[in-house]
């Protein structure tokens, strides 16, 4: 082996060996030469002819005794750890920032520049380990505790009966999917609709230009983009027929957000579902038909209704539809304010301005429209007194309407 001193090390060390008798030609520097033969053979192996070797031999050889008295120590404490604490415990005291291996690494600002690397290197070895170990252990343990937990488990008799409570749907969800059937077997096909829409679908489309007095019924949560809250189910009307034009037979169920004072009978956020029908010679007896035979079908028996004028832009002529009442037949009883009927689905025939936005032509065709409040419909159903009750998230109180 001789020293080239002409070669210099780009990483560490100024002076060079070359192993000629198993690399020739290879140079090392001194601090790669000694780790790799130190592994090797041992330190008497090396035979540097080099003043500052001697000195280096001896750092090292001190700091391999040090790192093999901490590896040691380590094991003769993880020998003794049995639970997770005892190992986190060991985890902190060789890895944590006060530990065993912060103070070893801390010593490297002492170390000359050319050892710097070999003394990292050696440190980050144990480290390295020790996580190891550490990392066996701990998968050790966790595995004995769960069997320990299983063991110490109580047995139970799987033969005893048990709480099956599953929770339930919500009633809102229960009449919708009901009504929904309903039409489905109609030939309505049924439609979803965002929840933020803007102006022109909640308002415009459906003849109520701004300014027209019935807004004010319908004041709602604006967003700072110019968007709302849909007030109605109404709102998804014009693109409803844009995407199928006609004929259309169409439900579309909905969330609706009113700026409302909450009492009894209000809610700000509640639920309709509308339905359209546009065709060829459509009139005013195919609307009483299919709102007869879907609250018929909703209330398990033949019901009765009537239709009252009642205005909204968008049909003409527009009613309110009542159904007489099923606790009293009609009589007259605390429940129908003594009148025999109740109000519950408002509708008309579309307005020709709501078809003309839509695309349809109505030259050609007619349609009526209703929007049936599904929140209402809940209550009457369910005989639900409270429409708090329904947005309450209160299972107890949700669950007793309709049983699991
Ligand atoms: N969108 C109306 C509201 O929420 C209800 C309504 C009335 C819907 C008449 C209709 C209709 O389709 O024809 O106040």
Redesign the pocket.
């Known amino acids: 082996m001789g020293i080239s001193e002409n070669a210099r090390c780009k990483g560490c060390v100024d002076f060079f060996t070359t192993d000629s008798s198993k690399n020739a030609g290879n140079t090392l520097c001194i601090n790669e030469y000694f780790w790799t033969v130190w592994r090797k053979k041992g330190a008497q192996d090396l035979c540097i002819g080099f003043s500052e070797v001697p000195l280096f031999i001896e750092r090292t050889i001190q700091m391999n005794e040090n790192t093999k008295q901490l590896l040691a120590m380590f094991e003769e404490s993880l020998a003794k750890a049995d639970s997770s604490e005892s190992l986190e415990q060991l985890r902190v005291e060789f890895l944590g920032k006060k530990g065993h291996i912060a103070a070893l690494m801390s010593q490297l600002k002492s170390v000359p520049n050319e050892e710097k690397k070999a003394f990292g290197q050696a440190v980050n070895e144990v480290k390295q380990e020790i996580e190891k170990k550490l990392a066996d252990a701990h998968a050790d343990i966790v595995k004995k505790e769960e069997q320990k937990l299983i063991d110490s488990a109580e047995d139970y008799d799987v033969t005893l009966p048990m709480d099956i409570d599953m929770g339930s749907y919500h009633p809102i969800t229960v009449i919708q999917r009901e009504v929904e059937e309903i039409f489905r077997t109609m030939g309505f096909t049924i439609e979803d609709f965002s929840e933020i829409v803007d102006d022109f679908n909640c308002f415009e489309a459906l003849n109520i230009p701004k300014h027209h007095p019935a807004r004010d019924m ?1 004041d709602t949560y604006y967003l700072s983009s110019g968007q709302l809250l849909k ?4 709102a998804a009307q014009n693109s409803i027929m844009k995407k199928y034009g006609a004929p259309l037979r169409a439900v579309f169920p909905g969330r ?1 957000f009113r700026n409302e004072s909450t009492d009894a009978c209000h809610e700000n956020t509640f639920f ?1 579902m ?1 339905g359209i029908m546009i065709d060829e010679d459509i009139s005013i007896s195919n609307l009483i038909y299919f709102m007869k035979t879907m609250l018929s079908e909703v209330f398990g028996q033949d019901v009765n209704v009537r239709l009252r004028p009642g205005f ?1 832009p ?2 003409e002529p ?1 009613f309110e539809l009542d159904i007489q009442c099923l606790i009293c037949g009609g009589d007259g009883c605390p429940s129908c304010k003594n009148s025999g009927w109740l109000e519950l689905c ?3 025939m579309i307005h020709p301005n709501v078809l003309n936005y839509g695309g349809i032509d109505t030259e050609k065709y007619t349609g009526f ?3 049936l409040g599904l929140t209402r419909l809940a209550m009457m159903k369910y005989g639900i007194k409270d429409i708090r009750v329904l947005n309450s998230g209160n299972l107890k109180s949700l669950s007793q309407f309709i049983g699991k």
């Open positions: 319908q007030t109605h189910t109404s609706c309709q509308e909204f968008f049909v527009g408002p509708c008309g429209a209703f929007g």
